[in-house]
């Protein structure tokens, strides 16, 4: 099916790490792209492709592929890093793009 | 260093038709490599793919607005237009313009701020 799903919320303990993940077929063919978006702002790339961080990232971000799940992982949590990651790609037929639901990440 | 600016009405009435324009600066639309495209966020909810305008022109929408949807672009203005027909209360969300890279895992590296439209009588 064409769609990308993702865990509604996430925590982590400030410093720590977590993963979080994205799971579709699509996946299969397609890399995932990972968005942050924190209350009231646009979204922003953060992981695009097999693991590239666009410029002015923290290298604390980075990106995973198995199989049909794509995982980002924040590798020392700041609380800066508080906010909604979505996960998307492609779709199935190559030219449209899907987006996951969302997961919002809790730094205690 | 590129920049995307929606512009348009915020407050619509069921049935009509919305008109978004996003003003592209600091790279031409018709240049090589990119996809122009419209994502909207209803409230408190994910982002929704609405649709988008390749560099060349040709235009892909998300198949559950596909009916109503149309992407247009004037490239002397270096602007792109969203029309949505048929508004509905289900239409009021935020609606961001954002930069596509056209190569496998089309990234949308740069993004409006978005800008909000409400449906309502």
């Known amino acids: 099916s064409s769609e990308l799903t993702q865990d509604p919320a996430v925590s982590v303990a400030l410093g720590q790490t977590v993963r979080i993940t994205c799971q579709g077929d699509t996946l299969k063919t397609y890399y995932a792209n990972w968005y942050q978006q924190r209350p009231g702002q646009a979204p922003v790339l953060v992981i695009f492709?097999?693991?590239n961080r666009p410029s002015g990232i923290p290298d604390r971000f980075s990106g995973s592929n198995s199989g049909n799940t794509a995982s980002l992982t924040i590798t020392g949590a700041q609380a800066e890093d508080e906010a909604d990651f979505y996960c998307?790609?492609?779709?199935?037929?190559?030219?449209?793009?899907?987006f996951g639901g969302g997961t919002k990440l809790t730094v205690l | 260093q590129v920049q995307l600016q929606e512009s348009g009405p915020g407050l619509m009435k069921p049935s009509e038709t919305l008109s978004l324009t996003c003003t592209v600066s600091g790279v031409s639309i018709s240049s090589g490599g990119y996809l122009w495209t419209w994502i909207r966020q209803h409230p408190g909810k994910g982002l929704e793919y609405v649709g988008y305008?390749?560099?060349?022109?040709?235009?892909y929408y998300s198949p559950s607005l596909k009916s109503r949807v149309s992407i247009s672009r004037d490239t002397p203005r270096n602007t792109f237009t969203l029309k949505l027909l048929s508004l509905t209360a289900a239409d009021t969300a935020v609606y961001y313009c954002a930069r596509g890279a056209t190569d496998s895992v089309m990234a949308l590296d740069s993004w409006g701020q978005g800008t909000l439209v409400t449906v309502s009588p």
């Open positions: 492709g097999k693991n």
């Open positions: 998307n790609s492609r779709d199935s037929s190559g030219n449209h793009l899907l």
């Open positions: 305008i390749y560099y060349s022109g040709t235009t």
